[in-house]
């Protein structure tokens, strides 16, 4: 049908029906709902969040990641999930046209996101490589050949330092400074690909599989470090300096700014991948799925910085005793830096040195400890795989959605972006690799991911309507709609990215940028500028991940696809099967001998005679059986062949999808 002025006009009588056969699931819930985990909890929950409840406050920073969290995080997850079970694909289109470049923008950060942080993974199979040795290697500085002398540059600062420094990284002095690819990075990057394109390219029910043990494995390996980790002497140090609640750090705007920073890096909001994996479960009820997963990553966060400042505590203390007299009085130890315990525990808690040297360290004096520090870096391991999976399919699902000629090689195409974000991640794998990695991490992450997930934010609550959106998805399952989801959606979200995305901003142009790099001949860390190349490189990612939405702001129809709902209408959704919509028009309605719910038929009769504007369930539920109808050649009455939409399969897990 053509509107007006020759634009798509919005189909006003359609009746569908989507059948569970119709697409590929995943096998049960809870397969659904640990995939969902795997892709939140990554090893960034390892690392990230301690580090950032040491450098603002303990327990204040804890505090306010649980109030944004519940504020923001959930709301947002939620409206992710139910956009991605109501609407398999293209869900910005059909909400608006020019919304087209969501998708894409989405895409790119994953790729940005996935290039650099799967080099976390490959230095995690580096330390795993390392650990089959009864003295770990960064337990004790190496011997000069041919002698019993200590290294004099590992003599200079501790065992674990050496090894991270001189040993893995191979760091040079500045970003400047290439010193060229490390070959055991090289390798080890290259392993964590080619099990990252092995994983994508096994079907759903292989894939799920795979997946939810390797969620299952390291919330195990979890569980084991902190039952040894409160036997350690000094870990309730650790945990003290944790739940330490200091009032007036609340009020800093850093906190809050990277305590929502945290909360989308944590959640996986703006990724688009939550959308993804949402699109194929079985299960309808969203609100209880995204309080769930929420829950799970909050407590998994909760549990590994339990680990980890116990693990510092232990540390810690054997530190201490072994850098001073055991008969010096306390007092005189309060005098000496590098002997007072407060010291001893801020030391190497930023960034990946809290894994890399100072758990690592810890790990040394565990008995037995390449037992343990071999199931640590496994569950490391086990989390960044199941993290990048999820971003792979980020990837990977917009594409094939916006550029339908290549849903025939979608099985090439995923194994081209593999290699493709390998070669980008070798950048990584330089002697000057940290540095780079710092800069993508500062730039590619926080700004552009707000102003994705404010934008979805904004399409939702405003464009299509944060009611008549919760409407429709209350409706399905069958609760009572609340004011205070509405509220949520339209106004506190909205304001509260908008002000973490005017302070990231204001933070950005006003700060001169600056990293942190190793200098060898003090064997400490300095604070250098960016150089001019290095600042225009990390604008550059900005601009390249959102410069889809810019395009299509300006270049997409001013038309929308969903109509906006007349006054006196309301919408009409038949519940056929577990996955069936129905909408019709009450004068177009044929008797159907489909069964359909309670609420449609009080809904058929308040609503007789009244024309209904399609909503976002049913328009995009229709996509899927229109394709169906006319690949198997069988009648259809909704619209011509040439009026279907294109549907992508889901590639590569779902290719049996369609």
């Given at each position: 049908?053509?509107?007006?002025?020759?634009?798509?006009?919005?189909?006003?009588?359609?009746?569908?029906?989507?059948?569970?056969?119709?697409?590929?699931?995943?096998?049960?819930?809870?397969?659904?709902?640990?995939?969902?985990?795997?892709?939140?909890?990554?090893?960034?929950?390892?690392?990230?969040?301690?580090?950032?409840?040491?450098?603002?406050?303990?327990?204040?920073?804890?505090?306010?990641?649980?109030?944004l969290l519940f504020m923001m995080g959930i709301p947002l997850v939620?409206?992710?999930?139910?956009?991605?079970?109501?609407?398999?694909?293209?869900?910005?289109?059909?909400?608006?046209?020019?919304?087209?470049?969501?998708?894409?923008?989405?895409?790119?950060?994953?790729?940005?996101?996935?290039?650099?942080?799967?080099?976390?993974?490959?230095?995690?199979?580096?330390?795993?490589?390392?650990?089959?040795?009864?003295?770990?290697?960064?337990?004790?500085?190496?011997?000069?050949?041919?002698?019993?002398?200590?290294?004099?540059?590992?003599?200079?600062?501790?065992?674990?330092?050496?090894?991270?420094?001189?040993?893995?990284?191979?760091?040079?002095?500045?970003?400047?400074?290439?010193?060229?690819?490390?070959?055991?990075?090289?390798?080890?990057?290259?392993?964590?690909?080619?099990?990252?394109?092995?994983?994508?390219?096994?079907?759903?029910?292989?894939?799920?599989?795979?997946?939810?043990?390797?969620?299952?494995?390291?919330?195990?390996?979890?569980?084991?470090?902190?039952?040894?980790?409160?036997?350690?002497?000094?870990?309730?140090?650790?945990?003290?300096?944790?739940?330490?609640?200091?009032?007036?750090?609340?009020?800093?705007?850093?906190?809050?700014?990277?305590?929502g920073t945290q909360v989308f890096y944590n959640m996986g909001l703006?990724?688009?991948?939550?959308?993804?994996?949402?699109?194929?479960?079985?299960?309808?009820?969203?609100?209880?799925?995204?309080?769930?997963?929420?829950?799970?990553?909050?407590?998994?966060?909760?549990?590994?910085?339990?680990?980890?400042?116990?693990?510092?505590?232990?540390?810690?203390?054997?530190?201490?005793?072994?850098?001073?007299?055991?008969?010096?009085?306390?007092?005189?130890?309060?005098?000496?830096?590098?002997?007072?315990?407060?010291?001893?525990?801020?030391?190497?808690?930023?960034?990946?040195?809290?894994?890399?040297?100072?758990?690592?360290?810890?790990?040394?004096?565990?008995?037995?400890?390449?037992?343990?520090?071999?199931?640590?870096?496994?569950?490391?391991?086990?989390?960044?795989?199941?993290?990048?999976?999820?971003?792979?399919?980020?990837?990977?699902?917009?594409?094939?959605?916006?550029?339908?000629?290549?849903?025939?090689?979608?099985?090439?195409?995923?194994?081209?972006?593999?290699?493709?974000?390998?070669?980008?991640?070798?950048?990584?794998?330089?002697?000057?690799?940290?540095?780079?990695?710092?800069?993508?991490?500062?730039?590619?992450?926080?700004?552009?991911?707000?102003?994705?997930?404010?934008?979805e934010n904004i399409s939702v609550a405003w464009i299509y309507g944060?009611?008549?959106?919760?409407?429709?998805?209350?409706?399905?399952?069958?609760?009572?709609?609340?004011?205070?989801?509405?509220?949520?959606?339209?106004?506190?979200?909205?304001?509260?990215?908008?002000?973490?995305?005017?302070?990231?901003?204001?933070?950005?142009?006003?700060?001169?940028?600056?990293?942190?790099?190793?200098?060898?001949?003090?064997?400490?860390?300095?604070?250098?500028?960016?150089?001019?190349?290095?600042?225009?490189?990390?604008?550059?990612?900005?601009?390249?991940?959102?410069?889809?939405?810019?395009?299509?702001?300006?270049?997409?129809?001013?038309?929308?696809?969903?109509?906006?709902?007349?006054?006196?209408?309301?919408?009409?959704?038949?519940?056929?099967?577990?996955?069936?919509?129905?909408?019709?028009?009450?004068?177009?309605?044929?008797?159907?001998?489909?069964?359909?719910?309670?609420?449609?038929?009080?809904?058929?009769?308040?609503?007789?005679?009244?024309?209904?504007?399609?909503?976002?369930?049913?328009?995009?539920?229709?996509?899927?059986?229109?394709?169906?109808?006319?690949?198997?050649?069988?009648?259809?009455?909704?619209?011509?062949?040439?009026?279907?939409?294109?549907?992508?399969?889901?590639?590569?897990?779902?290719?049996?999808?369609?």
């Amino acid at each position: 049908m053509e509107a007006e002025n020759g634009t798509p006009k919005a189909t006003r009588s359609l009746e569908v029906v989507v059948s569970e056969a119709n697409r590929s699931t995943w096998s049960n819930r809870t397969e659904y709902i640990m995939v969902q985990v795997g892709f939140c909890v990554g090893s960034g929950t390892i690392w990230r969040f301690p580090s950032l409840c040491q450098q603002n406050g303990g327990g204040t920073f804890f505090v306010v990641y649980v109030l944004l969290l519940f504020m923001m995080g959930i709301p947002l997850v939620f409206m992710e999930m139910a956009l991605g079970h109501l609407v398999c694909f293209g869900v910005w289109t059909k909400i608006h046209p020019r919304l087209w470049g969501m998708g894409l923008a989405c895409s790119m950060v994953c790729f940005l996101v996935s290039v650099y942080y799967n080099i976390f993974t490959a230095w995690s199979m580096f330390y795993l490589s390392n650990s089959f040795q009864y003295t770990l290697p960064w337990n004790q500085c190496p011997l000069v050949m041919n002698t019993s002398i200590p290294d004099p540059d590992c003599a200079q600062v501790t065992s674990s330092i050496y090894f991270w420094y001189w040993k893995t990284l191979e760091v040079t002095g500045n970003i400047e400074e290439s010193g060229g690819i490390v070959p055991s990075l090289f390798i080890c990057l290259l392993v964590v690909w080619l099990l990252i394109i092995l994983i994508s390219t096994q079907s759903l029910k292989v894939q799920g599989k795979i997946l939810y043990y390797s969620m299952v494995i390291p919330y195990a390996i979890l569980f084991c470090f902190l039952i040894r980790s409160f036997m350690l002497e000094g870990s309730i140090y650790g945990l003290r300096h944790l739940m330490t609640i200091k009032a007036s750090a609340i009020t800093s705007p850093i906190l809050w700014k990277r305590a929502g920073t945290q909360v989308f890096y944590n959640m996986g909001l703006g990724f688009g991948s939550i959308i993804v994996l949402s699109s194929i479960s079985k299960s309808k009820n969203c609100a209880q799925d995204a309080f769930i997963v929420a829950f799970i990553n909050l407590v998994s966060s909760l549990l590994a910085t339990q680990v980890v400042f116990s693990v510092l505590g232990f540390r810690a203390t054997m530190s201490t005793r072994e850098c001073s007299n055991q008969d010096l009085k306390k007092k005189v130890l309060e005098y000496v830096s590098d002997c007072n315990l407060e010291n001893q525990l801020l030391r190497y808690i930023k960034g990946p040195d809290l894994v890399f040297i100072a758990f690592a360290e810890a790990i040394t004096k565990f008995s037995g400890s390449p037992f343990w520090s071999v199931i640590f870096f496994l569950m490391f391991i086990n989390l960044g795989l199941s993290t990048s999976v999820g971003l792979m399919q980020g990837i990977l699902i917009p594409l094939l959605y916006n550029f339908p000629s290549l849903q025939n090689y979608s099985l090439a195409f995923s194994v081209i972006i593999g290699c493709l974000s390998f070669l980008c991640g070798l950048l990584f794998t330089q002697r000057s690799g940290l540095y780079f990695l710092t800069l993508f991490d500062e730039f590619a992450l926080s700004l552009p991911l707000l102003i994705v997930v404010l934008f979805e934010n904004i399409s939702v609550a405003w464009i299509y309507g944060a009611k008549r959106f919760m409407n429709e998805m209350w409706d399905l399952l069958g609760l009572n709609f609340s004011l205070m989801h509405e509220c949520l959606l339209r106004y506190v979200t909205p304001v509260i990215l908008l002000i973490l995305l005017i302070y990231n901003l204001s933070e950005m142009l006003l700060k001169s940028p600056s990293y942190r790099a190793w200098d060898k001949r003090s064997f400490t860390t300095s604070v250098l500028p960016y150089p001019t190349w290095a600042v225009f490189l990390g604008s550059s990612l900005i601009l390249l991940s959102i410069l889809p939405i810019l395009v299509g702001l300006l270049k997409g129809s001013k038309k929308p696809i969903i109509l906006p709902l007349p006054k006196d209408s309301s919408l009409q959704l038949s519940l056929t099967s577990s996955y069936g919509l129905s909408l019709t028009s009450q004068d177009q309605q044929a008797p159907s001998s489909r069964k359909t719910s309670r609420f449609s038929e009080a809904q058929t009769e308040e609503a007789s005679g009244s024309h209904k504007q399609p909503s976002l369930l049913s328009l995009s539920k229709s996509m899927g059986t229109a394709v169906g109808h006319v690949k198997r050649g069988d009648s259809y009455t909704g619209g011509s062949a040439q009026n279907v939409p294109s549907v992508p399969p889901l590639p590569p897990v779902a290719r049996e999808s369609l």
